[in-house]
């Protein structure tokens, strides 16, 4: 079966621009959640949606957002982007909680 | 924030040696898993070990977990050059929700 698909795989924006990143769950799978990876901070949970429902949610300003909508696929929004927004994106689906997680390709995101 | 450490940080050997990474936490958990990332891409799910286990294989790995200790090791024997890669262990804890808590990750040179 296909495996998670996040789009795009590269992005360059402007500081202050905004940005959507898309995230494909495998299929049947419920729960989408999203991680950042940098260098500095390393892979830190942003937030998770289960049935279009934000069910968890980590310590990330406001301008980080998302979205999980009816077949499942996710979208993740920052607005205002700092240099500092500079990181690997990770999208990852879960079936049953408590038996691992699928992970994307991820989406790197330049800020200049 | 991250879980806890991992140790070592990076971890060179030669092919078919065996690579033993560790891993501790500071909460109560669920499970903990273990992850694989080639270059900055995705991360690849290797193994979960449950709270109430104590030692799990699969094909080369070997995972245990001793939760008085709260901490973690994974064992790659023979090793081979594809398994050169950053490795993550990742905790599942009990009251922070469906989110995984991610370690600082080793970095694992195998050696042709």
């Known amino acids: 079966k296909a495996g998670v698909t996040q789009t795009p795989r590269y992005l360059i924006k402007t500081r202050g621009q905004q940005v959507t990143l898309s995230c494909s769950p495998i299929?049947?799978?419920?729960?989408v959640s999203w991680y950042q990876q940098t260098p500095g901070q390393g892979l830190q949970f942003l937030f998770e949606?289960?049935?279009?429902?934000?069910?968890n949610k980590g310590n990330f300003p406001g301008r980080f957002s998302g979205r999980q909508f009816s077949n499942s696929r996710s979208e993740m929004n920052v607005s205002t982007l700092e240099l500092g927004d500079s990181a690997l994106y990770l999208c990852?689906?879960?079936?049953?909680?408590?038996?691992?997680?699928?992970f994307g390709s991820g989406t790197r995101l330049t800020v200049v | 924030s991250q879980q806890g450490e991992e140790d070592p940080q990076a971890l060179s050997i030669q092919e078919g040696e065996n690579a033993t990474m560790n891993c501790s936490y500071k909460?109560?958990?669920?499970?903990l898993q273990w992850y694989r990332q080639n270059s900055g891409r995705g991360l690849v799910h290797l193994i979960l070990?449950?709270?109430?286990?104590r030692e799990k294989h699969s094909g080369r790995l070997r995972v245990t977990l001793d939760t008085s200790k709260k901490s973690s090791s994974l064992l790659i024997t023979a090793s081979r050059a594809a398994d050169t890669a950053s490795y993550f262990c990742?905790?599942?804890?009990?009251?922070?929700?469906?989110?995984?808590?991610f370690g600082e990750g080793t970095q694992l040179t195998v050696n042709p």
């Open positions: 990852a689906s879960s079936g049953v909680r408590g038996y691992g997680y699928t």
């Open positions: 949606y289960f049935s279009e429902t934000q069910r």
């Open positions: 990742a905790t599942d804890e009990e009251t922070s929700g469906s989110r995984l808590t």
């Open positions: 299929s049947g799978h419920r729960s």
């Open positions: 070990i449950r709270s109430n286990e």
């Open positions: 909460t109560s958990i669920n499970n």
